[in-house]
């Protein structure tokens, strides 16, 4: 297959990039940045047209990932920011999918399990999960966060695209043992004895192991019947506490000091992000993906961690 993967410069799309070149298939990368790796990359502004429209001419499957990080702290310039870069590459890629002689039979788009919303009581699937916004107890920066995710799958849904297949990944955490992700981030505050409770450690954490995300990818793109809404978690979210508590099993300490609320909105003031990424209980199951015969590997957390962690030991020289 040829796989065009905008935006797959991140980590997820070298994930997926890395897979899929191991596996024999052809890779473009649409970025701003040209990387080092045995794959193709092709120069893209993210919103302009421009000659990688030649690209997704004849590709099996379009992958767009492009959207500026939402670790930062929610200023009106980088609200702007989060979503234009959401919004106009998504209008670009559809843009470019209609007017070429050979679209794509598959267009995955990126979405967010932020989009459900902040609820304790009951899971969300594709079926009956809440979308997000009207929470009484939500800060205003929790619902920009929904309103993104919101125009961000409108955007896909206006691109006159009738010959390809579109599909919005809501994707909770991906974990992977790679540097400079979620998991490593989290396991850094487990080594340094800071992995304890945040808030009052009920908000759930929606997550799936990064073997699980690329065998979900493979299965969407081999099932074309499969279309919408797609949940990609793993099927066992779990409270904030004891997601930690099994970072620290499997990293073979007790320690992990709790954070009060306002301890950690003073915390992330100083580290340039917004509260709201460990605070939000997002409670997200899948529902087509089990439905219809995929099978998780990793669907519990506690097995996920252990394999995470001896992963990341494997790659680093020098855990501490």
């Given amino acids: 297959m040829k796989i065009v993967i905008p935006g797959g410069s991140g980590q997820v799309g070298t994930i997926l ?5 191991n596996d024999g298939h052809e890779v473009v990368v649409l970025s701003r940045r040209v990387g080092n790796a045995p794959w193709r990359f092709v120069s893209w502004d993210g919103s302009s047209l421009g000659n990688w429209v030649s690209e997704v001419d004849g ?19 980088n609200q702007k920011e989060i979503l234009d870069s959401r919004i106009s590459s998504t209008r670009a890629i559809g843009t470019a999918i209609s007017q070429v002689k050979h679209p794509s039979h598959t267009w995955l788009q990126a979405s967010t399990a932020t989009i459900y919303a902040h609820r304790y009581d009951g899971a969300n699937n594709e079926v009956n999960g809440i979308i997000g916004g009207d929470e009484p107890d939500s800060p205003p920066k929790w619902r920009f966060s929904i309103d993104v995710a919101k125009r961000w799958e409108q955007t896909l849904d206006e691109a006159n695209t009738p010959q390809t297949r579109k599909v919005k990944m809501r994707s909770a955490m991906t974990m992977s043992p790679d540097r400079g992700g979620v998991f490593d981030a989290l396991l850094r505050l487990v080594r340094f004895g800071l992995g304890g409770r945040v808030g009052d450690g009920g908000q759930y954490v929606s997550w799936i192991h990064d073997v699980d995300f690329v065998r979900s990818i493979y299965w969407l793109i081999e099932h074309p019947e499969v279309e919408g809404v797609v949940n990609l978690s793993a099927p066992n979210p779990l409270p904030y506490a004891e997601f930690m508590a099994c970072i620290r099993e499997a990293w073979g300490t007790r320690i992990g000091l709790p954070s009060t609320r306002w301890m950690l909105e003073i915390g992330a003031l100083f580290l340039g992000t917004e509260s709201e990424l460990v605070l939000k209980s997002r409670r997200v199951v899948p529902g087509k993906l089990p439905d219809r015969g995929f099978s998780f590997e990793f669907p519990e957390w506690s097995a996920a961690a252990q394999d ?6 494997e790659t680093n020289s020098s855990p501490t």
Avoid: E, M, P, Q
């Fill in 17 to 21: 990039a890395r897979t899929f070149h």
């Fill in 59 to 77: 590709a099996d499957v379009v992958i767009n990932l492009v959207g500026r990080s939402v670790n930062c702290r929610y200023t009106a310039k």
């Fill in 308 to 313: 995470l962690v001896r992963r990341w030991r």
